[in-house]
């Protein structure tokens, strides 16, 4: 199944991006270390472990593309992340494809509270 959601952020596109891609931020909002690099073929791990792929395209501030593994699925699961600029905020456009149904709920809520809503919350507090 696919899961499409935007989110408007009060931040630059150059902040959004960074809290998406590296690790120290990362830790901040979502509680846990991770293993991420903004650089295409690097392997990623979040929430230790439970999320983990590989970087496939990587534009710095406007453009993350992953694919996020799910054991022996028969399509990959490819998440796409568009930043775009609009006035004091920045529009972050997801795309996440061949999501596993039994995990359907489970990840599209993850996106809305603690991933994208936690890095929204994490940068509109300051």
């Not at 990362?26 to 991770?34: C, K, M, R, V």
């Not at 991420?36 to 439970?50: H, Q, T």
């Not at 399509?75 to 596993?100: A, C, Y």
């Amino acid at each position: 199944m696919d899961f499409n959601y935007i989110v408007r952020i009060a931040a630059d596109a150059e902040e959004v991006f960074s809290a998406l891609t590296n690790p120290f931020q990362i830790e901040l909002w979502s509680g846990y270390p991770a293993e991420m690099k903004a650089e295409e073929g690097f392997e990623f791990s979040l929430w230790e472990g439970d999320i983990c792929g590989v970087n496939l395209e990587v534009v710095p501030n406007r453009l993350l593309r992953q694919e996020w593994f799910f054991g022996e699925a028969a399509e990959p699961s490819i998440v796409t992340l568009r930043l775009k600029k609009e006035g004091d905020e920045t529009r972050v456009e997801l795309s996440h494809t061949n999501i596993p149904d039994e995990v359907y709920d489970e990840i599209t809520e993850g996106w809305r509270e603690y991933y994208l809503g936690s890095v929204k919350g994490m940068l509109e507090m300051y």
